[in-house]
């Protein structure tokens, strides 16, 4: 992401779990595509496991930005996953059981999983929701990956995760919010890194916009303030 990587002194660090947490709209997905296309593009395999859109849903968006989704498709590069969150069960058992041994095969380098709310909704107990979230946690860390989750920001405190355990296993917290633009009538968006372990980043919250090839983040803009 443009203007991200200054914020961060050169990007996420390898083998990071980084969530990505924001309220519906602020590019959620968007960020978790073009973090794993980015990869493709540098060389490095990736993964998006699914618990939300269709794999044609997500190419469309992917196409929609002109990134090269079915040849990153077609050549292996990238790889879609999708848990049917009906199956919860199944998604369980997969996660805990076969995951690391599947990621492990892939060979991936860069994972995107969106989203760890609806993963958390596949567990009837808070026991059984922390389990699950801390082996997909150890599984991607297992593989070697960078991975970026993505979370619903609770309503009531736009600056937590709605489930309260996301931030716990992550190495990174980024905040995807809204904020007044400065005519005082558009709504803009603004992102904030809330931590990243072994990094020196900028606290500063800077403001970012969904154009035309995804999320641009301007990190050289005065800060917005808390």
Avoid at 57 to 68: D, K, N, V, Y
Avoid at 138 to 148: H, I, V
Avoid at 154 to 176: A, I, K, N, Q, T
Avoid at 183 to 206: E, W
């Amino acid at each position: 992401m443009a203007g991200l990587d200054e914020m961060l002194g050169g990007g996420f660090p390898r083998g990071h779990v980084v969530l990505a947490t924001g309220l519906p709209g602020t590019g959620k997905t968007c960020l978790a595509l073009q973090f794993l296309l980015s990869g493709v593009a540098a060389g490095e395999k990736g993964l998006f496991l699914s618990l939300e859109e269709e794999t044609e849903a997500l190419t469309e968006s992917a196409r929609l930005f002109g990134w090269p989704v079915e040849e990153a498709l077609r050549s292996g590069g990238l790889s879609i996953l999708r848990l049917d969150p009906k199956e919860t069960r199944g998604n369980l058992h997969r996660i805990q059981s076969e995951l690391p041994r599947e990621l492990r095969q892939l060979g991936v380098r860069r994972i995107a999983v969106d989203s760890v709310s609806l993963l958390n909704m596949l567990s009837d107990d808070e026991p059984s929701r922390r389990a699950t979230l801390f082996a997909l946690a150890a599984a991607c860390r297992g593989a070697g990956a960078t991975t970026l989750l993505t979370a619903e920001a609770d309503p009531r405190h736009p600056e937590v995760s709605r489930d309260g355990l996301s931030e716990y296993v992550s190495d990174g917290v980024l905040l995807l919010g809204y904020r007044p633009a400065e005519d005082g009538h558009r709504v803009g968006l603004s992102l904030r890194i809330l931590k990243m372990r072994r990094t020196a980043h900028l606290r500063s919250v800077q403001p970012y916009v969904i154009g035309p090839h995804g999320l641009v983040l301007d990190a050289r803009a005065v800060d917005f303030g808390p």
